[in-house]
């Protein structure tokens, strides 16, 4: 257990929908990450908060958006899903933003599943 | 820019025998590399890291890691294999003012008895 949570484990919905996947990073920790696993585009770097301000940014759609909250958990929000959505949605976190030591801890998915 | 190449994307050894997946890297800052092992249906998990200290690396269930500058590689390795190695394998890439991870495309282990 990483100690890094995602909810929900498992989410089906249809083309045109809006979702939104929750992330708490692990106790202490200040940055959190997000990925996206899919067959196609294999693991890519979404984004990337870093207590509350956004750090980084990877190939991130328009039609996605994310933020961190106050108390350091962060929301990720897909919306007008298309079927190339579809995809293993992972979280991670780590204590600072950058640096030789900062590892990132993965939580166990969100999996998307567009109709 | 920062990339990584897996060489490879199935690798299958015989229980006991040697591992060794590939990876190699580009970075235009001193890179951070790593390895993450993903079990069916699981997150990612860290196997080892290299933050330029010492090149060989050690990490967790047997495996280690050597960083070699000169050939651009981080290859994995493990004397002998066990049935509970299967999995996929990552290797990333991190380095600059970010600590976003760069990941190779994966190679998928199988251990036959």
């Known amino acids: 257990d990483s100690g890094v949570t995602q909810t929900p484990k498992h989410l089906i919905t249809a083309t045109g929908q809006r979702v939104t996947l929750r992330c708490s990073p692990r106790?202490?920790?200040?940055?959190v990450y997000w990925y996206q696993q899919s067959l196609d585009q294999g693991l890519q770097f979404l984004i990337q908060y870093y207590n509350g301000e956004e750090r980084a940014k990877g190939n991130i759609l328009e039609r996605f958006s994310a933020q961190q909250f106050p108390d350091l958990h962060s929301e990720l929000n897909l919306s007008s899903l298309e079927l190339g959505d579809s995809a293993l949605y992972f979280c991670?976190?780590?204590?600072?933003?950058?640096?030789?030591?900062?590892?990132?801890?993965f939580g166990p998915g969100t999996r998307l599943t567009v109709l | 820019a920062q990339s990584v190449t897996q060489l490879g994307s199935h690798v299958s050894v015989s229980e006991g025998a040697l591992v060794l997946l590939r990876c190699n890297y580009s970075s235009s800052v001193p890179p951070y590399l790593f390895w993450y092992v993903q079990y069916p249906n699981q997150g990612l998990q860290l196997l080892l890291k290299?933050?330029?200290?010492?090149?060989l690396v050690k990490g967790i269930n047997g495996f280690e890691a050597e960083f070699k500058k000169s050939e651009t590689s981080f290859h994995l390795t493990k004397p002998s294999a066990h049935m509970s190695d299967a999995a996929e394998y990552f290797c990333a890439v991190s380095g600059g003012a970010t600590n976003k991870l760069i990941f190779g495309t994966g190679t998928l282990l199988a251990v036959q008895p």
């Open positions: 991670a976190s780590s204590v600072e933003g950058s640096g030789a030591h900062n590892e990132q801890f």
């Open positions: 290299y933050t330029s200290a010492a090149t």
């Open positions: 106790s202490g920790d200040l940055s």
